[in-house]
């Protein structure tokens, strides 16, 4: 691997800072033919400050995704309203870069030329796209890979692509939904490690969708968690008082780590057994 998975130095962010995403009182629900209207989330509002990192963890169809959904626009809330910061949210989030979990990579373009399709879709001439590409294939680790095509590279490449081919646009936001969910455990904590990386370089406001607690805890600053549906609402928000620069494998073993993770899953657990109909507890 080409990029440095080192420890990069980040501030925590200023008490002050400006907030990047403001969810008001956003409500989100689904017509379904012949059946009344599914409530999906019940009012929820939710703050993220500039130079963030909140995690959202649930149980399954919590509605974690639909919320993530409704900040990107490309979902218009049933009640409340979004707002970037500090204006409406109208139509698409401009500010915003979304990296999903299935792969978006187009399989007849080279990895190189997935990622410079991000710019030249907005304007950018061609070469220096191809440029700004090549950059950011270093910056993943992938410098040498720019002429492989997706079906060539392994899982973990082609998430390094795809994260590339969203951080090239310089979103101010970033929005990530399981972004590492198909990968396996070793592959998923190096993957970690890469973003923190990453992210420590100028610090975005991150809203980080995963089901896996673990990782939640080790990549942000907080954790919030969404009861189980219908009518979802975030019922928990947990400052991560973990040190910076972190490691996504190592801080694992820092017992407070264990800490913060016991008091999550205290309140968590109680949403998942009601999604799977059975009572967790010991």
């Known amino acids: 691997m080409e990029a440095a998975l080192g420890h990069a130095a980040a501030p925590p962010p200023a008490s002050g800072a400006a907030m990047a995403v403001e969810l008001h009182d956003v409500s989100i629900s ?125 899982g973990g490449q082609r998430k390094r692509v795809g994260l590339a081919q969203v951080l090239v646009r310089q979103p101010k936001i970033l929005l990530m939904d399981e972004p590492f969910g198909p990968l396996d455990a070793q592959t998923r904590q190096i993957m970690g490690t890469l973003l923190l990386n990453l992210w420590a370089l100028d610090r975005k406001a991150v809203l980080f969708v995963t089901h896996d607690l673990d990782e939640a805890i080790a990549l942000s600053d907080r954790v919030v968690i969404m009861s189980a549906g219908p009518e979802a609402r975030i019922i928990g928000d947990y400052p991560i008082d973990l040190d910076r620069p972190r490691d996504a494998a190592d801080i694992r073993l820092d017992p407070r780590f264990h800490t913060l993770h016991r008091q999550i899953w205290n309140q968590l657990k109680a949403e998942v057994a009601k999604t799977y109909g059975e009572d967790l507890a010991p």
């Open 30 to 154: 689904f017509a379904m033919k012949g059946q009344p209207v599914y409530k999906a989330v019940a009012p929820t509002s939710l703050k993220v400050r500039e130079g963030e990192f909140v995690a959202i963890v649930g149980p399954t169809g919590c509605g974690k995704s639909t919320l993530l959904n409704a900040t990107a626009g490309l979902l218009k809330p049933a009640g409340g309203h979004v707002t970037v910061f500090g204006t409406p949210l109208s139509g698409l989030n401009a500010q915003a870069g979304y990296l999903f979990q299935q792969d978006a990579l187009m399989p007849w373009k080279t990895a190189l030329d997935n990622v410079a399709i991000a710019l030249e879709i907005g304007g950018t001439r061609r070469a220096d796209a191809l440029a700004q590409a090549q950059e950011w294939m270093k910056k993943v680790g992938l410098g040498r890979f720019g002429d492989r095509y997706p079906h060539q590279l392994s």
